[in-house]
């Protein structure tokens, strides 16, 4: 492998992982406050994304008002889903939790496949063009918008979690949730913003990924699982982690599949399994404490 | 100013707390004596909402706090110093204390976090450290200062001595004689008779969710059954 | 006998006609027969689910995986080495029980989400590593497996399977629920409902773990075996996650920690489609999907708590 070809697998590798950072930055907020690990993150963004599909080419809306109502949309389903599901089981065992996130996830599939079919689309990239020379570096203009809008989203994701009361008081929920409501915070509403911020990057991460693929029903589950890697990687109690997580598996991915081709797609699986047998706590995590 | 009437309620499908009733005046310090379940800690978190009341009522001035959350009994002027601390570990002191004036303006929560350090030299001193480096002694201070944060006018502590070494548990009393004088009233629940008998200006004894004994705190330090159950020499 | 148990017994010997004599009834469409061949074996891998999930407590996303490898190992035998179709069958279980085992390990050090990511991992390594090999079809899967053989009766017909399988579910559903009536079912659910008391109890925490992920895996792998010779034809993907998850979803809906709710569960999930028909397939996954949501917001024993509000509304 020569130093140019490793540069570019590396860079758009990073790209890559900037989506499955993403998807696991949202999963890990839900998990950290609400303690509900979320099957239908992926799912979410999917139907998402089908409804920015047509946005774009029955109703003709501009693409930057898409993403906004993309990004709205996922809060909307995000406030629906606590408000509606979460908060009245909250109470039940983890396994509950994840049963319900799975039939969501098995809901948004269904209507997925019901309303649009399930025949994939191709997806328009939201910005064209030739791809962009960085010194040796090739790297579509479609990547370079993922990899901003990851760090972006990092960003906003950072000042929410540090620089607000509410998502101080999130993290306070995560560390200890009856202190938290002995002090009156208002537990209740946190939960509903954090489920909308969480679900609103579910819906951001499907839109930027999916020009790469092609739209259909089933096209969020691989990622989704690449998601789960990050988490676990980055040990499922911090979105920093889920972010670096999702950076380095898609950096990996990307040299293994270039050098080792077989074993492509067993080597991230591996991964988790070593990972959570010898460092369950991750690169990034604390053993047996939630926190961001 | 605060007045538990003939309250019922509990967990699941126990009644803990049998028609109890409590009042506390302006200004008054109240202990709530009795054994390990007795009901000291369901009565606190009852008044707080965190427990639903399931009969009778809890009044606060002139206000019903029947089926109000936590966050509203707060900003009612009620604030809860809960059993065993709960400091958020990783949240640093200044943001554990601006977390218990959740709701205040910003420019209040300043003034109170200002006192607050004046009060307690010790946690201005530790404002960026994390809440779970604290010492013990300093990990109570800090939860009776987010205690006082949203300037409450009344004050529930749950065993605020407790796990502490004796000395610590001088400087928590000391604290709370201190607060007396300025103006908040402090429902007290405590193991610690002695000493709870001594800062405060009535008292009532649990027994199996049941109110036992009332009076002043002198009558109750000479009663004979207090004496034996909580003031004796073996406990 | 008293008037309910007369009645009970009444309707409980009804449903059994019934049962034997569906064949009968759809005797002019054997395919109806194939489908409820087809939701009896999926009854049969998730009744190893729910042993495992609704008794034992453990998460499992990866369940799948053992039926193929029950499956892929008794079609590879019989059709490679020529081995005696009912040892293959026995060589599927057994070697599922051993991935069962294999599998079962980090359930030791893992639980809750842990414990799923984990098993998601490992189950959809399998199915990875069954494309990349030669002897098992590879990406092109196996097909022409033979059809089912017991001894020297070839079971052809739909119907005929359809008497052994309803046997073969009988027979597993008995063996679990003495499974769960005997001392190690006993730890089993004492270790699910609080790990640490049962440990303080004397309960060999560890094994009794490793146990449920075998024997739940043995079940699953004949559920696999008895698959590759009824479908004869297998792929690696249709054992990924996400057949897994549908059969997670139908212990789900059948109803977690019940013994009957796994061929609740199975049937409806297969034979939903089939009732509302082609055209509007992908419905009865929106179906599915509320379901689930329903069960376990509204129902937490599924389709078998209403099995039991209707015995007990009709007094039986």
């Known amino acids: ?292 | 100013m605060l007045r538990v009437d003939q309250v019922v309620s509990g967990y699941g499908p126990i009644d803990v707390l049998n028609h109890v009733s409590i009042s506390l005046e302006q200004g008054e310090i109240v202990a709530v004596l009795g054994a390990n379940g007795a009901g000291k800690t369901t009565l606190l978190r009852t008044i707080t909402g965190l427990i639903r009341v399931r009969k009778g009522s809890v009044t606060f001035g002139d206000k019903v706090l029947n089926g109000l959350s936590p966050a509203e009994v707060v900003k009612c002027g009620i604030s809860h110093v809960p059993e065993g601390r709960h400091i958020f570990p990783d949240l640093t002191v200044e943001e554990n204390l601006l977390l218990a004036a959740y709701s205040m303006p910003r420019s209040q929560q300043k003034n109170r976090l200002d006192a607050l350090y004046a009060m307690f030299s010790i946690l201005a001193e530790r404002r960026r450290q994390a809440g779970g480096t604290l010492s013990g002694g300093e990990q109570q201070m800090l939860a009776l200062a987010r205690g006082l944060m949203p300037n409450p006018r009344l004050m529930l502590l749950d065993e605020p001595s407790l796990g502490l070494a004796p000395k610590i548990i001088g400087t928590v009393f000391d604290t709370l004689a201190r607060l007396r004088e300025s103006g908040v009233s402090i429902l007290l629940v405590e193991q610690n008779a002695k000493r709870s008998l001594e800062l405060a200006d009535r008292a009532y004894v649990l027994v199996t969710g049941q109110v036992a004994l009332e009076g002043t705190a002198r009558d109750l330090t000479g009663n004979e059954m207090v004496k034996q159950l909580y003031l004796g020499g073996t406990r | 006998m008293t008037p309910s148990r007369l009645r009970r017994l009444m309707v409980n010997s009804s449903i059994a006609a019934l049962v034997l004599l569906l064949p009968l009834v759809f005797r002019t469409r054997p395919s109806i027969i194939g489908y409820l061949n087809i939701a009896m074996l999926y009854a049969i891998a998730t009744q190893g689910l729910n042993l495992l999930m609704g008794f034992g407590g453990l998460v499992s996303l990866g369940h799948a995986a053992f039926m193929a490898i029950g499956g892929y190992t008794a079609a590879v035998l019989v059709m490679t080495y020529n081995v005696n179709m009912f040892l293959a069958i026995v060589a599927g279980v057994a070697t599922a029980g051993v991935f069962g085992l294999v599998i079962g390990f980090p359930s030791l050090r893992l639980s809750g989400f842990y414990l799923a990511v984990a098993t998601m991992a490992l189950g959809s390594s399998v199915a990875d590593v069954i494309k990349r090999l030669e002897i098992t079809g590879g990406d092109y899967g196996l097909i022409n497996i033979p059809s089912l053989r017991l001894g020297g009766w070839e079971l052809a017909s739909e119907a005929s399977r359809y008497y052994v399988f309803a046997g073969i579910v009988v027979v597993v559903f008995l063996a679990v629920r003495n499974f769960l009536r005997s001392r190690s079912g006993r730890a089993v659910r004492a270790v699910r409902d609080s790990e640490m008391t049962a440990a303080a109890m004397g309960v060999n925490v560890a094994a009794y773990k490793l146990v449920t992920f075998v024997f739940a895996a043995c079940i699953a792998g004949l559920s696999g075996a008895l698959y590759a010779f009824t479908i004869s034809y297998l792929h690696p993907m249709n054992f990924g996650l996400v057949f897994s998850i549908e059969l997670l979803s139908m212990s789900i809906i059948g109803g977690l920690g019940t013994i009957i709710g796994p061929i609740l569960g199975a049937v409806f999930w297969v034979m939903l489609p089939i009732v509302i028909g082609g055209r509007m397939e992908y419905l009865s996954t929106v179906i599915f999907g509320l379901s689930i949501i329903g069960s376990v917001m509204f129902l937490p024993k599924g389709l078998s708590e209403l099995v039991t509000r209707i015995q007990t509304r009709l007094k039986l």
């Open chain 1, 1 to 292: 492998m020569s130093v140019d070809i490793f540069l570019n697998l590396t860079i758009r590798g990073l790209t890559t992982g900037a989506v499955y950072a993403l998807v696991g930055m949202g999963i890990v907020l839900i998990l950290q406050t609400t303690n509900v690990m979320n099957f239908a993150q992926g799912d979410s963004g999917m139907f998402i994304t089908y409804l920015a599909f047509f946005m774009i080419t029955t109703a003709k809306v501009p693409y930057s008002l898409v993403l906004i109502l993309a990004i709205l949309a996922g809060a909307v389903i995000g406030l629906i889903v606590e408000r509606f599901m979460m908060r009245s089981v909250r109470s039940r065992s983890h396994l509950s939790l994840i049963m319900l996130t799975l039939g969501l996830s098995l809901l948004f599939q269904g209507l997925a496949a019901f309303l649009f079919k399930t025949e994939p689309r191709l997806f328009p990239p939201l910005v064209s063009g030739d791809p962009i020379k960085i010194g040796p570096v090739v790297l579509g203009r479609q990547d370079i918008v993922v990899l901003l809008a990851a760090i972006v989203t990092f960003g906003i994701l950072y000042l929410f979690l540090y620089r607000t009361k509410q998502g101080a008081a999130a993290r306070s929920i995560s560390q200890d949730e009856y202190a938290a409501r002995v002090l009156g915070i208002p537990t209740p509403s946190i939960y509903m913003l954090v489920w909308a911020i969480g679900s609103a990057m579910a819906g951001l991460a499907a839109l930027l990924i999916v020009p790469r693929f092609s739209l259909e029903p089933s096209f969020m589950g691989l990622i989704q699982v690449k998601a789960f890697t990050a988490i676990v990687l980055g040990g499922m109690g911090s979105v920093f982690g889920a972010a670096v997580g999702g950076l380095i598996i898609g950096v990996v991915e990307n040299l293994v599949a270039y050098q080792f081709p077989a074993i492509k797609d067993s080597f991230m699986l591996i991964v988790i399994v070593i990972v959570l047998l010898v460092m369950p706590q991750g690169l990034f995590g604390k053993r047996s404490q939630r926190r961001f």
